[in-house]
């Protein structure tokens, strides 16, 4: 197994971290707006009614980021305001070839 398909099997290993990364593929984000994009709500639902009904913690997305971090597949986007408050995060170059590493091996899941 090479480098970047252990990297690519990191990612997929984790639901949150799998999600954080797709995430970041689109572009960059802050921790509370990719918990928000990848919660799971259903529009009206309740959630003690509707167990289906999730909502991601920004602790769970901050943990993914600092373990993508780790690896070198995320960085901290430069800014140009220094007291910017919001951390804005974004696939590193290397990040960007597992990205690519994954889709090749979900399409040889799905053949």
Same mark, same amino acid.
Request: proline letters at 2%.
């Given at each position: 197994m090479t480098d970047m398909e252990?990297?690519?099997?990191?990612?997929?290993? #984790?639901? /949150?971290?799998?999600? =954080?990364? $797709? @995430?970041?593929? $689109? #572009?960059?984000?802050t921790p509370s707006y990719i918990a928000k994009d990848i919660g799971h709500h259903k529009k009206g639902a309740r959630r003690s009614i509707d167990s289906s009904c999730r909502s991601t913690h920004i602790s769970s997305v901050s943990r993914a980021l600092k373990q993508l971090k780790e690896k070198e597949l995320v960085e901290m986007a430069p800014s140009n /305001?220094?007291?910017? @408050?919001?951390?804005?995060y974004m696939? =590193? $170059?290397? #990040?960007? $070839?597992?990205?690519k590493k994954i889709d090749d091996i979900e399409k040889i899941k799905k053949a």
């Amino acid at each position: 197994m090479t480098d970047m398909e252990s990297l690519a099997f990191f990612v997929m290993d #984790g639901y /949150i971290r799998k999600k =954080t990364f $797709e @995430r970041l593929k $689109e #572009g960059h984000s802050t921790p509370s707006y990719i918990a928000k994009d990848i919660g799971h709500h259903k529009k009206g639902a309740r959630r003690s009614i509707d167990s289906s009904c999730r909502s991601t913690h920004i602790s769970s997305v901050s943990r993914a980021l600092k373990q993508l971090k780790e690896k070198e597949l995320v960085e901290m986007a430069p800014s140009n /305001i220094k007291r910017l @408050r919001n951390k804005f995060y974004m696939l =590193t $170059e290397k #990040g960007r $070839e597992v990205s690519k590493k994954i889709d090749d091996i979900e399409k040889i899941k799905k053949a």
